[in-house]
């Protein structure tokens, strides 16, 4: 297992300088009174490039490839990550095939997407699948969070938080597999002051149970496809992001299906932000939860529900035009 740095989260930023968006800090607004009250800012992930977090770690994966990427690479997802790393692909001087493999109920907006990127997608749920096409075709496998990279990258939120706000006291962020909230933590190590508090749909606990007993568990009290926020029903915390959180976060919280809604319009009615369940949680926790939250808090909003409306053109075909 490849270890990960506060270092590396500061190279990824400078790979992703010029090429991922700042997204901005938001203060509450003058409608969001409880959110003033407990002195709240929004990191709002829902401008990225592809729409998500993940473009973080998607572009700084390829870039750290190098020659590596020659024989395309492939990866397995359930949306976000492969949207992510096909829009990364396009901006690399060299161009990169992108096979994706994706569930078959993958929603629309996404497919068309993942077709006009120029990705290969394989509408497939088999496990393992991606491994077996990275085998079989030489290309390099990039995995969504058990990577230096997708960890190192999404570090760049917190590092931007940070900077542009060191007071902040608390970090509240989602967790799926947990490459988001490993990078958080290692951005914050550098911060004595700060906490990171981890948050999951209490219908897909996996790394709440986790946390809770000392070691990565899948067992969770209810079944897949129970909640809404799907990308963070991925089981257990990876293992590489697992070795960061399992003694670097402050604590984890769950919310219930009905804080998660609840979040979800919060956003939409006071700060415009039309978010999908998943990005919504770490919002979610602070509605409910904000009396346990040490402030100032910033809670990450990871992604938006609008699939990216530009396809960009290839680095190489602006550097001809």
């Known amino acids: 297992m490849t270890a990960v740095t506060p270092g590396d989260v500061f190279h ?3 790979r992703l300088h010029d090429k991922a968006r700042v997204t901005p800090l938001i203060p509450p607004p003058l409608t969001a009174i409880e959110m003033a009250n407990a002195n709240v800012m929004v990191k709002e992930e ?5 729409g998500s977090y993940a473009f973080r770690g998607a572009y700084t994966a390829l870039e750290g490839l190098g020659h590596r990427r020659r024989h395309g690479v492939v990866c397995a997802s359930n949306g976000p990550w492969a949207l992510a790393l096909a829009w990364a692909a396009r901006l690399l001087l060299t161009p990169v095939q992108v096979t994706v493999v994706v569930p078959p109920n993958l929603p629309s907006r996404h497919r068309s997407q993942l077709e006009r ?3 290969r997608v394989v509408y497939d749920h088999r496990p393992g699948l991606a491994q077996e096409i990275a085998h079989r075709t030489g290309a390099t496998l990039v995995p969504p969070a058990d990577s230096a990279a997708a960890v190192a990258g999404a570090g760049t939120i917190a590092e931007e938080m940070l900077t542009e706000l060191p007071g902040l006291r608390t970090i509240v962020t989602p967790i799926g597999r947990g490459a988001l909230a490993a990078g958080t933590v290692l951005a914050a190590s550098d911060y004595p002051n700060v906490r990171v508090v981890g948050v999951q749909p209490e219908r897909a606990c996996a790394a709440f149970h986790s946390w809770r007993v000392g070691r990565p568990i899948s067992s969770a009290p209810h079944p897949a496809g129970a909640t809404n926020a799907s990308s963070l029903d991925q089981g257990a915390p990876a293992k590489l992001p697992w070795s960061i959180l399992a003694d670097g976060l402050d604590r984890v919280l769950v919310v219930s299906e009905e804080e998660i809604a609840a979040a979800v319009t ?6 415009g932000l039309t978010v999908p369940s998943s990005a919504a ?4 926790a602070v509605l409910a939860h904000a009396h346990r939250i040490r402030g100032p808090i910033g809670v990450i909003v990871s992604a938006g529900t609008a699939a990216p409306v530009d396809c960009p053109p290839t680095l190489a ?5």
Do not use: D, I, N
């Not at 919060?266 to 700060?271: G, I, N, R, V």
């Not at 949680?281 to 979610?284: L, M, N, P």
């Open 12 to 14: 990824a930023g400078t």
């Open 117 to 119: 990127l120029g990705a």
């Open 46 to 50: 829902t401008s990225q490039l592809a």
């Open 266 to 271: 919060y956003l939409a009615e006071h700060y």
């Open 317 to 321: 075909q602006a550097t001809a035009a």
């Open 281 to 284: 949680v770490g919002f979610a």
